[in-house]
């Protein structure tokens, strides 16, 4: 697939079909930039009319060009499109650039083209970039391949953008701002490659240091994801999304022709994937240069320093207001500066420096100010005065920053006394502003990024208790309704399935008639509330349908009656089942836990105040499932009401862990039946002592058929995949698990690597020692189970649980080929462990479509050796004499093995 790619952006040869002689058309600038940008490869116009375009011979046809063509951009009339992707598939085109608008944008016909052309494109195994878009450039390769008025500058950001018109505006931007790309890519309406496989080529790319995104719409959600958060840990994925308005939203779908999503979704995936989200144009690059030059910050506190008061006190306001600190600066920072400063300096932070001050002065504050251990970035602020050196400042400031791991941004204020400045700043690549605000936002954006990043990858705790949710039962109250033709539930099997997930619902009963109402309202002790149960009354209180504070088992009884007298008055013809009657709840807090199915990302969970006027104070966070306790408890934590939550003023806490295990349980059920669409849970009452569910309601959809492959096609994020979980037996009679790695399994893999010995670890990392940190083992417990699984060999020794082995395959992001790489711990070498999990990888690999596994093997590794050569691998001699390569194809070789029973736990 990457091949496929390559012919797109790294093509030896680009044929442009609709290439034109008339000056002022697509077709004659867009062949005017290939040859004006340097392009070396062959370039072929090709225009029946026309005998040359531009000096270079013209052809009638694609099959009418001399030799094999990588690219062919197509710049013709929508309905001649489709003639001429089949043209260009007879022809061995490598791929297609459609710059041609009028498809999805333009209704019914347009959508019956594109269904063509992509069918076409399969046929011949051409990729598409488009269409209605304005093209690529690749600076490197000297390929601008856009009908821009601008060649980008080389550079090490990749650009992508659904909007055309703003990447015209952003190379001029660039140009003048003296920003560089890798690759620069309108992608217009993606009826093929889209944002995830680009996100995938680009993150390979060894050119590229950071991806900016510039986002209409969304297709196929689940590879979006699963490509950012692939890379969002080592290349920063910024992307600044239009339609977070209602009005903005109708936009971006009249401009793309496709869905635009609840915004709040979008927000959500960003953060789930690591990716950081902006507001506007200049705040894209801003970050994306200072995140691609600076190192991240350890947290919010920045120090500030200037040589003027006022723009260091609105760069503070701009800070504390925004989620920022002002860094307090340490006794001994303070007798730095008391050194290096005239007497008269401000003595704290901001760190006035006066307006006169020298480089030196600069240097000396700057570096004062990065050595404090509680400062976590310096911004340095300059304004133009008849006795300050802009230059030498910034000569300085590049000289400060050059031994530092702390981020260091600059705003040199004004334009002509400070350009000279500007440009050895930016050589120096210290990140430079106009303005300090912009300054200030950068560094909190790079913040936001570094403390979403270490949230994701905290190491989740354990659940409080074991969980094992009662699915079957679940699945019969959905079941039962959709079978009565119903699309929602009645609070008590709303309730009922909450509680196969352990859910806290109060104990409730459906009373037939007054006697059973009196006698429940005892059981369930008073006082109750008592409420109408029927399918044809869902809005209780409309029909006189709801009792409160009920005290006494007559007034039960009474109460049954008025309620089943006020129905039938206000509804003769509904079919009531019962009245439902429960134990009134009092606790401090009414918190919301709710679920909605967004079109683009599936189901989107939030938690935030409840109440009657949860729309009014709108506090509300949101997540995608899955959640494990770490993640339920982050989402909680983004609203306003967990300052109360955590305890204040005297009032004690409430038992925050609990409320994170129901929201994490409460995902389980998104996760288990893609039939439910709504649940509102409002509201779920909480305090010191635990939470209770008071009021439930529940949507469904019709019955959604599982894949056995793929039982989870309705989420965007994989979650762990229980089928895969085996009990096997090691050759000396023990019992053990083979499971796929959890992030909860972090400390037992971390205890796994203390005891390897020196062989175990030079047979597995070929001689490179790894330091065995958070963020090394992050990487192999905290994984994303769509393009990788980790099995582990669990095995329990007393009240002790081991890991005694590891085995991994990492596919490609197309699913095809796969890495294979395997660590059995040294207790538990020479007991089978090594073979059995080796013949399940392989199974587990072949039940996942992937066709080619791949591993190197160092040549003294005799073991390991003939484990792969019993398997039908096949070895080569490595791109060293020290080791060998060896593949498996899977397709052909590959009959020892059985069928995998997978069914579902």
């Given at each position: 697939m990457v091949n496929q790619l390559d012919k797109i952006f790294k093509p030896q040869s680009i044929a442009v079909i609709g290439a034109s002689t008339r000056e002022n058309t697509v077709g004659n600038s867009l062949f005017k930039n290939l040859i004006d940008s340097g392009f070396k490869g062959g370039l072929y116009p090709v225009n029946?009319?026309?005998?040359?375009?531009?000096?270079?011979?013209?052809?009638?046809?694609?099959?009418?060009?001399?030799?094999?063509?990588?690219?062919?951009?197509?710049?013709?009339?929508?309905?001649?499109?489709?003639?001429?992707?089949?043209?260009?598939?007879?022809?061995?085109?490598g791929g297609l650039l459609i710059i041609s608008a009028g498809f999805q944008e333009a209704g019914e016909e347009g959508k019956a083209m594109v269904k063509q052309i992509l069918a076409t494109s399969r046929k011949y195994g051409m990729r598409i970039v488009g269409p209605n878009c304005l093209g690529i450039i690749n600076p490197k390769l000297g390929m601008n391949a856009t009908f821009a008025n601008q060649m980008a500058l080389p550079g090490n950001i990749a650009f992508?953008?659904?909007?055309?018109?703003?990447?015209?505006?952003?190379?001029?931007?660039?140009?003048?701002?003296?920003?560089?790309?890798?690759?620069?890519?309108?992608?217009?309406?993606?009826?093929?490659?889209?944002?995830?496989?680009?996100?995938?080529?680009?993150?390979?790319?060894?050119?590229?240091?950071?991806?900016?995104?510039?986002?209409?719409?969304?297709?196929?959600?689940?590879?979006?994801?699963?490509?950012?958060?692939?890379?969002?840990?080592?290349?920063?994925?910024?992307?600044?999304?239009s339609g977070s308005s209602q009005d903005g939203t109708k936009a971006a779908m009249s401009h793309t022709g496709t869905?635009?999503?609840?915004?709040?979704?979008?927000?959500?995936?960003?953060?789930?994937?690591?990716?950081?989200?902006?507001?506007?144009?200049?705040?894209?690059?801003?970050?994306?240069?200072?995140?691609?030059?600076?190192?991240?910050?350890?947290?919010?506190?920045?120090?500030?320093?200037?040589?003027?008061?006022?723009?260091?006190?609105?760069?503070?306001?701009?800070?504390?207001?925004?989620?920022?600190?002002?860094?307090?600066?340490?006794?001994?920072?303070?007798?730095?500066?008391?050194?290096?400063l005239p007497a008269h300096w401000s003595h704290g932070n901001p760190v006035d420096v006066l307006g006169d001050a020298s480089p030196v002065e600069y240097r000396k504050a700057v570096e004062a100010c990065l050595a404090d251990p509680g400062v976590d970035g310096v911004l340095t602020i300059l304004t133009t005065q008849?006795?300050?050196?802009?230059?030498?400042?910034?000569?300085?400031?590049?000289?400060?920053?050059?031994?530092?791991?702390?981020?260091?941004?600059?705003?040199?204020?004004?334009?002509?006394?400070?350009?000279?400045?500007?440009?050895i700043l930016e050589l120096g690549k210290i990140p430079n502003y106009r303005y300090p605000e912009s300054g200030v936002d950068v560094f909190l954006q790079m913040w936001q990024y570094t403390r979403n990043l270490q949230s994701l990858y905290e190491t989740p705790r354990d659940a409080p208790l074991r969980f094992e949710p009662k699915r079957d039962a679940a699945w019969h109250i959905i079941r039962s309704a959709l079978a009565e033709g119903r699309h929602y539930l009645l609070e008590h099997e709303a309730k009922a399935l909450l509680?196969?997930?352990?859910?806290?619902?109060?104990?409730?009963?459906?009373?037939?008639?007054?006697?059973?109402?009196?006698?429940?309202?005892?059981?369930?002790?008073?006082?109750?509330?008592?409420?109408?149960?029927?399918?044809?009354?869902?809005?209780?209180?409309?029909?006189?349908?709801?009792?409160?504070?009920?005290?006494?088992?007559?007034?039960?009884?009474?109460?049954?009656?008025?309620?089943i007298e006020s129905v039938k008055k206000h509804k003769p013809e509904a079919h009531i089942i019962g009245v439902l009657v429960e134990k009134m709840q009092k606790k401090r807090y009414e918190l919301l836990f709710g679920a909605k199915r967004d079109p683009i990302f599936g189901p989107l969970i939030v938690v935030g105040q409840g109440g009657v006027a949860v729309e009014i104070i709108n506090d509300t966070s949101f997540a995608l499932p899955p959640l494990n306790l770490t993640l339920a408890t982050r989402t909680i934590e983004r609203t306003r009401i967990y300052k109360q939550l955590k305890g204040f003023r005297g009032l004690s806490s409430v038992d925050l862990e609990d409320l994170a295990f129901s929201l994490q349980k409460f995902s389980y059920i998104l996760t288990d039946f893609p039939e439910v669409r709504e649940i509102d849970i409002n509201p779920y009452l909480v305090d010191e002592t635990g939470g209770v569910v008071v009021d439930a309601r529940i949507l469904l959809d019709d019955y959604q058929p599982r894949s056995k492959q793929h039982p989870y096609q309705h989420l965007v994020i994989s979650p762990y995949p229980e089928k895969y979980i085996k009990k096997i037996e090691l050759k000396d009679g023990r019992k053990a698990l083979l499971r796929p790695i959890r992030p909860e399994d972090e400390p037992m893999e971390a205890e796994m690597f203390k005891n390897l010995s020196d062989q175990s670890l030079y047979f597995r990392f070929f001689g490179f020692k790894p330091k065995v940190n958070h963020d090394f083992l992050s990487r192999l417990t905290q994984i994303d189970y769509d393009r990788e699984i980790a099995l582990i060999v669990d095995i329990e020794e007393g009240e002790t649980r081991h890991m005694a082995g590891v085995a991994h395959i990492i596919a490609d992001a197309w699913g095809e080929t796969a890495e294979f790489a395997i660590l059995i711990a040294d207790p538990y070498q020479n007991k089978g462990i090594g073979n059995i999990m080796m013949d399940y990888v392989l199974e587990i690999a072949r039940d996942r479509g992937i066709k080619r596994i791949y591993a190197s093997v160092l040549c003294n590794n005799s073991h390991m050796i003939r484990m792969f050569k019993d398997r039908g691998f096949v070895i080569k001699p490595g791109d060293e004499s020290t080791f060998f390569s060896t593949e498996l194809d899977l397709e052909n070789a590959l009959p020892f093995l059985a069928e995998l029973p997978f069914e579902p736990k």
């Open positions: 029946a009319k026309s005998k040359e375009v531009l000096g270079i011979p013209a052809y009638e046809n694609i099959a009418a060009v001399p030799g094999p063509i990588d690219l062919a951009v197509i710049i013709v009339p929508a309905k001649l499109v489709p003639g001429v992707v089949e043209e260009c598939g007879k022809a061995g085109v992508i953008s659904q909007s055309g018109a703003l990447c015209s505006s952003i190379l001029d931007w660039a140009a003048e701002q003296n920003v560089g790309f890798s690759h620069f890519v309108s992608i217009g309406s993606m009826i093929d490659i889209g944002f995830a496989e680009l996100i995938d080529y680009f993150g390979m790319n060894q050119e590229t240091a950071c991806i900016l995104v510039y986002m209409e719409s969304l297709t196929n959600a689940r590879q979006f994801m699963s490509a950012a958060r692939a890379f969002a840990r080592s290349k920063p994925i910024i992307i600044l999304k869905l635009a999503g609840n915004d709040a979704a979008f927000e959500a995936a960003f953060r789930r994937a690591g990716c950081v989200r902006v507001e506007r144009i200049a705040q894209l690059f801003h970050c994306a240069q200072a995140l691609s030059t600076q190192p991240r910050p350890a947290g919010n506190r920045l120090a500030i320093v200037t040589n003027a008061g006022g723009p260091g006190v609105l760069a503070t306001d701009f800070l504390t207001t925004r989620g920022g600190q002002l860094a307090q600066l340490s006794e001994e920072t303070i007798a730095k500066l008391n050194e290096a008849t006795v300050t050196d802009p230059a030498g400042t910034a000569e300085a400031l590049v000289a400060a920053g050059g031994h530092t791991r702390k981020p260091l941004l600059a705003s040199w204020m004004g334009e002509k006394d400070v350009r000279q400045a500007r440009e509680k196969c997930y352990a859910l806290p619902v109060g104990g409730n009963f459906v009373a037939k008639n007054a006697k059973e109402a009196g006698k429940y309202a005892e059981e369930a002790g008073f006082p109750v509330v008592m409420k109408i149960v029927s399918p044809d009354a869902l809005h209780k209180t409309d029909v006189g349908g709801v009792k409160l504070n009920i005290t006494t088992k007559a007034a039960a009884e009474k109460a049954y009656e008025a309620i």
